[in-house]
């Protein structure tokens, strides 16, 4: 599995992007999904993840109710809509594809990353 991100870029404080990741292969509709981001001197960490069905959806708390992931396993892309950004979602979010649950950090498969700037 291959995986293409995609939809980052620079927002102001309180406005809204959606990231796309396109995943190459036939066994890409049986992975779960997942989103981590890493700013600048910290770890990376887990945002949201989707399971391969997408019956199984899981978000960080710093993101609830902000965050949407979903999953169109016809188009092999994994979609995370980001609404109300704040200027702490700030880093390069990467995508990933597992067939674990939850998404671990030591996933199988990663896409390149893009970058996600918020301003105050």
């Known amino acids: 599995v291959q995986l293409q991100a995609s939809g980052g870029g620079l927002v102001q404080a309180g406005g809204s992007l959606r990231l796309s990741c396109v995943g190459s292969?036939?066994?890409?509709?049986?992975?779960?999904m997942g989103w981590f981001r890493q700013a600048p001197g910290k770890e990376r960490e887990s945002v949201a993840a989707?399971?391969?069905?997408?019956?199984?959806?899981y978000y960080a708390d710093t993101v609830k109710g902000r965050f949407i992931i979903s999953k169109d396993n016809a188009k092999n892309t994994v979609f995370l809509q980001m609404n109300s950004l704040k200027p702490e979602d700030t880093g390069v979010y990467y995508c990933?594809?597992?067939?674990?649950?939850?998404?671990?950090?030591?996933?199988?498969?990663w896409g390149q990353g893009t970058q996600v700037t918020v301003s105050s």
């Open positions: 292969g036939r066994t890409f509709s049986m992975y779960g």
């Open positions: 989707i399971s391969w069905s997408g019956g199984r959806t």
């Open positions: 990933a594809a597992d067939r674990r649950w939850p998404i671990p950090s030591s996933s199988d498969y």
